[in-house]
């Protein structure tokens, strides 16, 4: 099982962003899967989930909103649009399953908010 994330980078408050997760060695769509994201000093959250169809999804408050997490079971990608982002979602963010069983963390992919 690999977890490639990329699409990060430093942008400013309010900008826009969004991050992929290309999944490979399992059988992609028929998992929940979620986004997660560990800021310095801090434990890892999750930030977002989304059922293996794509129809139902959650996010935490802080980011209720603001971010959209969707899926493509084709390419196995999945995706978070980062909208009108803040300083204090600065962190490291990866992608795993979203049950308590998960695969092993891929390297995430870095999204820095400041000005």
């Known amino acids: 099982v690999l977890f490639v994330e990329s699409g990060g980078g430093l942008v400013q408050p309010g900008a826009s962003v969004r991050i992929s997760c290309s999944a490979s060695?399992?059988?992609?769509?028929?998992?929940?899967m979620a986004w997660y994201r560990q800021a310095p000093g801090q434990v890892r959250e999750l930030v977002a989930s989304?059922?293996?169809?794509?129809?139902?999804?959650t996010y935490i408050d802080a980011v209720k909103g603001r971010f959209i997490i969707s899926r493509d079971n084709a390419k196995k990608i999945l995706f978070l649009q980062m909208n009108s982002l803040k300083p204090e979602d600065t962190a490291v963010y990866y992608c795993?399953?979203?049950?308590?069983?998960?695969?092993?963390w891929g390297q995430g992919t870095q999204v820095t908010v400041s000005a």
């Open positions: 989304i059922s293996r169809t794509g129809v139902s999804t």
């Open positions: 060695g399992f059988s992609f769509g028929t998992y929940d």
């Open positions: 795993n399953r979203a049950s308590a069983v998960k695969y092993l």
